[in-house]
């Protein structure tokens, strides 16, 4: 009866145990990177349907969480607002009332010091302009553009050549040749940028949860 009991407790212990490390593991903690689905704006739009992988995601914004005195904040890189450090409840509800898919990935094998590093790029960044040529030696950052910048000298993120045709029919996607008619420059075909469903589709990022 005794030893029933001990291997009883054992069992019970460990179940409690796998259940506080799974809580653990779905928490949101810093340095993780939450991902914003496509709404209906043009430009949103624009860049998803140019910007599929495999993976087939959604994705058109890009975030880094921090919390700070319990109470998670994102750092990112907004079109309108440039870079700025938002409460996760705006990320997740923003004021322009658009409902967006968020999902919360975390960088599999990084050390605390280089997540705080990239933390502390992340806030001396803020009041940056949002770069609207998409061009990386343009001023300011753009979403991706700003995630792949804290993390640069660790190497997480790679550039890789843009494209902005629409891949149905091999021809500039319409929402682009608005974009950049109206910047009165050359559509940047070529050049080496990212954007957030490339970087989702990264091996070294973990999926963790949906958040909503």
């Known amino acids: 009866m005794t030893k029933r009991f001990i291997n009883t407790g054992v069992m019970l212990l460990m179940v409690l145990s796998l259940v506080m490390a799974c809580s653990k593991a779905n928490t949101i903690t810093s340095g993780d990177i939450v991902f914003r689905g496509a709404t209906q704006s043009d430009l949103s739009e624009a860049i998803n349907e140019v910007t599929q992988t495999t993976k087939a995601t959604n994705y058109t914004h890009i975030g880094i969480c921090s919390v700070e005195e319990g109470k998670v904040y994102v750092y990112h890189s907004d079109f309108g607002k440039g870079v700025v450090k938002e409460p996760l409840e705006l990320f997740l509800k923003p004021k322009d009332s658009s409902i967006y898919s968020v999902d919360l990935y975390r960088i599999k094998e990084i050390s605390k010091v280089h997540v705080e590093q990239a933390i502390s790029k992340a806030k001396a960044l803020i009041g940056e302009s949002y770069n609207t040529t998409y061009i990386?030696?343009?001023?300011?950052?753009?979403?991706?553009?700003?995630?792949?910048?804290?993390?640069?000298?660790?190497?997480?993120?790679?550039?890789?050549?843009?494209?902005?045709?629409?891949?149905?029919?091999?021809a500039f996607h319409e929402g682009w040749v608005t974009h950049y008619k109206d910047l009165n420059i050359d559509i940047p075909e070529g050049k080496l940028g990212c954007n957030p469903n490339g970087m989702a589709s990264n091996d070294k990022l973990l999926f963790i949860k949906t958040l909503q």
């Open 136 to 170: 990386l030696e343009d001023e300011g950052y753009y979403c991706s553009e700003y995630i792949y910048e804290l993390f640069k000298e660790d190497s997480i993120f790679k550039l890789e050549p843009m494209t902005f045709k629409d891949p149905e029919t091999n």
